[in-house]
């Protein structure tokens, strides 16, 4: 079995930066995908970014430029770097991580094999 862990949220300012982590534990394999992802209270859970087994990145259009996405030297944990945070990133943040799609970044929770339980991001203006 394999447990994801979010961490890193918490209240901030407008502004600043924040570092979100998802650390991974159990049966680790060398290579696998992650997809960052968050939501809203009453909205749907919105795709951000992802990394595949392989290291690429990809980024929803809207946060490319304020969000970046890491990996460990040691595959197990995976960062988001989100940089002059605005109200609107005010959202609980999720990573989801998948063994059986190593290289696939897919931008639906609903395809990926483990979950964490979400990060509270909360930017104050």
């Known amino acids: 079995q394999v447990h994801l862990v979010e961490s890193g949220g918490g209240l901030v300012q407008a502004g600043s930066s924040l570092r979100l982590s998802c650390a991974a534990s159990?049966?680790?394999?060398?290579?696998?995908?992650v997809g960052w992802f968050r939501q809203a209270p009453g909205k749907e859970r919105e795709f951000v970014g992802g990394?595949?087994?392989?290291?690429?990145?990809y980024y929803t259009g809207s946060v490319k430029d304020r969000f970046n996405i890491s990996r460990d030297n040691a595959k197990t944990t995976v960062y988001l770097d989100i940089s002059s945070l605005k109200a609107e990133d005010t959202d609980a943040y999720y990573c989801?991580?998948?063994?059986?799609?190593?290289?696939?970044?897919?931008?639906?929770?609903?395809?990926?094999?483990?979950w964490g339980h979400g990060t509270q991001g909360t930017v104050s203006s």
């Open positions: 990394i595949s087994g392989t290291g690429t990145t």
């Open positions: 159990g049966r680790i394999v060398d290579s696998y995908a």
């Open positions: 989801e991580a998948s063994w059986s799609q190593r290289d696939y970044v897919a931008e639906l929770g609903g395809e990926y094999d483990f």
